[in-house]
């Protein structure tokens, strides 16, 4: 069970895995920064590339798929890297830009997700070898682009009801063969040890960190797990531990996840070098999830205000004026007053524009697209459908077990997605068709 461990807490091993082991979860930045492609008046330098080469090739490993090759691995990263900097340059060209809040909410969600606070995440991330700063400036990124594609394209994508019926009747004969994770629910317990080490460490930080790495590998070869071992040999203070207690697959770092495939209940993974020091992971235990018969779907309760384009009153007009009214709302103006003084939606006018508690598909496919991606209490910005323009609230969400719905929802999403990865392709060689790109060899 412990022969990983075994094999490397010899001295000479010891050394080497100090020397050659790159951090977890980031690749080294090459320090010579040059230009290796121009698009439009934006450069995208050497460092950018390299980052972007070390995130897809963790989430190559992390999917199980076969790695690429250097020069494909390069190729698909700067491809990657010119479709996301003209879909930023896009957006800001449409005046497109994020709500308040929006970043920090992601943030949020991300820290939540690996159980820690926001405050705990720029520690959690130096742990991983990742700047904080970087991290935040991608996620800033995705959630940018990801606007610009929903208001852009998602709104005009058309779905046969015919074709999601046939999707979701697949979906019910064999729900195993949808999921949408690897291990099915399976929880995973890891535990992790730091155990500190500098980049240029000495030859004393170099012996004092062996000798806690030999304290450790005497009890693990005695058959104690990682936690107990730390404990046994009176290394606690000098080492930094955590435990990442059970999370799914979905919900573990990219670094953890990637070490599924590779650790039983019980073994610990070869140490890996990281700048701070080197890391000793072990994978304590797992528990396994019946695959679910169905999966809940989201009800939705959501209010509105409308107004109507006619011949007197073109879409730009109604579109300012919408945007007046949002600003009003983003001030204190109440939801109900403005839908009084504003909407013309007579079914909803006397409910303070409620439309009640809305289940997938009911609505119309843009004014749907545009609720589920807002956070609850979020106002929208004005978003045209067949019936008008409107700005759109979310003010509640509730999860419901539904089997038939359930299989309706998955088909849908199932073919949004694939249309939607369609219709961004379109949208990014449009894009470099009328872009001026330069690739530096």
């Not at 697959?249 to 070098?273: D, H, K, N, V, Y």
């Not at 009911?362 to 749907?368: A, N, T, V």
């Not at 509640?396 to 939607?420: C, E, H, T, W």
């Amino acid at each position: 069970m412990f022969h990983l461990l075994r094999r490397i807490v010899c001295c000479s091993l010891l050394i080497g895995y100090f020397g050659f082991f790159a951090p977890i979860g980031f690749a080294a930045v090459d320090h010579i920064d040059k230009i290796v492609a121009v698009v439009n008046d934006q450069i995208i330098t050497q460092a950018e590339l390299n980052l972007e080469m070390s995130g897809l090739s963790e989430q190559q490993k992390a999917l199980g798929e076969p790695s690429l090759t250097p020069s494909a691995l390069k190729k698909r990263a700067l491809d990657n890297l010119i479709a996301k900097t003209l879909q930023i340059q896009a957006a800001k060209m449409i005046g497109f830009s994020l709500a308040a809040g929006k970043i920090d909410e992601a943030m949020e969600t991300v820290a939540a997700q690996h159980g820690l606070t926001v405050a705990q995440l720029p520690d959690a991330l130096k742990h991983q070898g990742m700047d904080f700063a970087i991290f935040k400036k991608q996620i800033a990124a995705q959630l940018l682009i990801q606007g610009l594609q929903q208001r852009q394209l998602a709104g005009g994508l058309k779905i046969d009801p015919k074709q999601i019926d046939a999707l979701a009747k697949k979906i019910a004969a064999n729900p195993a063969k949808y999921q949408k994770t690897k291990d099915n629910g399976a929880s995973y317990h890891f535990y992790d040890v730091l155990i500190p080490l500098p980049a240029n460490a000495t030859a004393e930080q170099m012996a004092a960190a062996k000798a806690i790495f030999d304290a450790i590998g005497t009890q693990i070869t005695a058959g104690k797990n990682l936690p107990d071992a730390i404990n046994a040999s009176n290394m606690t203070s000098s080492v930094q531990a955590t435990d990442l207690e059970w999370k799914t697959r979905t919900q573990l770092p990219e670094a953890f996840s990637r070490l599924i495939e590779q650790l039983q209940p019980g073994q610990i993974a070869p140490p890996g070098r990281a700048a701070n020091g080197i890391h000793l992971v072990e994978l304590l235990a797992v528990k396994k999830a019946p695959v679910a018969a169905v999966t809940a779907i989201t009800e939705t309760n959501v209010r509105h205000i409308l107004i109507k384009t006619d011949a007197l009153t073109p879409d730009a007009t109604v579109e300012r004026r919408l945007l007046n009214i949002r600003n009003d709302l983003l001030h204190g103006e109440s939801f109900a007053t403005a839908v009084t003084e504003n909407s013309q939606d007579p079914g909803s006018i006397a409910h303070g524009g409620e439309l009640g508690w809305i289940k997938p598909g009911e609505l119309d496919p843009k004014f749907e697209t545009a609720m589920n991606l807002l956070a609850l209490n979020e106002i929208s910005q004005p978003i045209k459908t067949p019936f008008g323009w409107h700005l759109i609230q979310v003010i509640g969400r509730k999860q419901i077990v539904d089997p038939n719905l359930s299989y309706q929802q998955q088909a849908q999403a199932i073919l949004f997605n694939q249309k939607m990865d369609l219709a961004v392709k379109d949208f990014v060689n449009e894009l470099k068709s009328q872009a001026y790109i330069k690739i530096y060899n």
